[in-house]
């Protein structure tokens, strides 16, 4: 059995709760760390599955397991009792549908002592199916590769603070956490807190890196993580409020992070808009304009960090609520309307972009594509709500009666316009919804 540190490097919190499908693998993968100086703190947060039994078991068999059996809080209260729990130099969050690589904890750990961190993070990879066939896709905390591998003065470098951060995929050092009183809200469920936890830890931390490996790996298929309710949206809304009653509790300590923090809000609102079911989201609309109204008049929308597409969308949003639900819903629309004609169609792009084209579809319209077309087909998954995923050259010989909508934001829309230009694609629809580049 492994020995457990009496004051490990690092302290992993999982908080658990009927995973019994994942728990193996993320287990196996933590307990498989280089870093063998750690303690693993198990919240099993009510758990009605088997999920409490295999815990146990894991404990059992290695004393760097401790688990602690509770009533279901949620996942805020959760995480926030196992940092209580912990010892650790450091504290990771790992989540046990997830998995991590064998030397996550060494390499950030390392990196963070020697530079003496607040915190650390790393890119991350998101991931689809089974162990058998799985895809994965990177993602970049931020594009700039110039803030990796240095120190970064989150004050000094407010851009980098913008960034895709997970927290999962990082380090905090533990006397930083307790000192600034940094911990998740406890609002029931397991939706947006860990928001507020990052927007914290970038408020006070003076000291950060990025490292540009991705360790962690993110589960995005698990359908128990599903946001398509009213009540996850309200989620949203009661998470930044909590956030921002932190910011300006904080005085001088914390109100420079108020640029930061207008173009977060405003990033999950959108995001949380376009994921919510179509019957919530003019309603959800309604109350982004009223609340980034309220801001302005208390001179507190500040948009320096935003990009000038997003400036356009909030005005937008703010001055006629009524116009940008149009434009928005007006895709699926505009798509019946370039297929008529037509009685089979592909998309081209498997993104965002892509899939939301397919979702705003009508049911007539939607028996008339015949897949999505990708550049790269074996770096994406191979079905889309039971559409298949495959490359451009599978139509070649259906071109000509085929129509190719072309699914993708305008950062990508002109290499896709060339590429079906010389592979003579004639029914090319290019898509002119605002819903497309949201």
């Not at 690589?101 to 607040?118: F, G, I, K, T, W």
């Not at 507020?196 to 408020?203: E, K």
């Not at 790269?376 to 998954?381: C, M, T, V, W």
Request: aromatic share 12%; net charge negative; charged share 30%.
């Amino acid at each position: 059995m492994e020995k457990k540190s009496m004051k490990p490097k690092v302290s992993i919190v999982m908080p658990v709760y009927n995973v019994e499908r994942y728990l193996d693998e993320c287990m196996q993968s933590v307990l498989c760390q280089s870093l063998h100086d750690i303690e693993i703190i198990c919240m099993d947060d009510g758990s009605t599955d088997a999920s409490s039994k295999m815990l146990d078991q894991y404990a059992s068999l290695d004393a760097r397991v401790n688990v602690i059996h509770k009533t279901n809080s949620g996942y805020g209260h959760s995480v926030n009792l196992g940092i209580e729990q912990s010892s650790g130099e450091y504290i990771g969050i790992v989540e046990p549908d997830d998995y991590i690589h064998p030397m996550m904890m060494e390499s950030l750990y390392e990196a963070a002592v020697q530079n003496r961190l607040d915190m650390i993070s790393a890119d991350y990879a998101w991931f689809y199916g089974d162990e058998t066939e799985r895809v994965f896709r990177t993602v970049k905390i931020i594009n700039d590769e110039c803030f990796y591998g240095r120190v970064i003065i989150p004050k000094d470098d407010k851009i980098v603070l913008t960034g895709n951060y997970l927290n999962q995929a990082s380090l905090f050092r533990r006397e930083f956490l307790l000192e600034n009183k940094i911990r998740h809200n406890e609002s029931p469920g397991a939706s947006f807190q860990d928001y507020g936890l990052r927007c914290q830890v970038l408020m006070y931390a003076e000291r950060i890196m990025l490292l540009d490996k991705p360790f962690y790996y993110y589960r995005q298929d698990n359908a128990a993580s599903s946001i398509a309710s009213k009540g996850k949206a309200d989620c949203v809304v009661e998470e930044y409020r909590y956030i921002y009653k932190i910011m300006k509790n904080g005085g001088e300590k914390t109100d420079w992070f108020l640029p930061i923090f207008c173009r977060r809000k405003f990033e999950s609102y959108l995001f949380t808009f376009q994921r919510i079911e179509t019957g919530l989201k003019k309603e959800f609309l309604d109350q982004i304009s009223n609340e980034f109204q309220k801001m302005e008049a208390l001179g507190e929308l500040d948009q320096s960090c935003f990009t000038d597409s997003r400036k356009e969308i909030l005005m937008h949003i703010m001055k006629d609520v009524g116009s940008f639900y149009d434009s928005y819903m007006a895709l699926g629309i505009e798509i019946r309307d370039a297929l008529k004609g037509y009685e089979k169609a592909v998309i081209y792009g498997a993104g965002v972009a892509g899939k939301r084209a397919y979702d705003m579809m009508t049911d007539e319209d939607k028996k008339k594509i015949k897949g999505f077309a990708v550049t790269f087909p074996d770096e994406n998954l191979k079905i889309y709500k039971g559409v298949k995923i495959g490359g451009i050259d599978e139509y070649e010989t259906e071109k000509n009666d085929m129509a190719v909508i072309v699914g993708v934001t305008d950062k990508y829309r002109d290499e896709i316009l060339r590429l079906l230009k010389e592979k003579e694609f004639p029914n090319v629809i290019l898509l002119q919804s605002k819903a497309v580049n949201i």
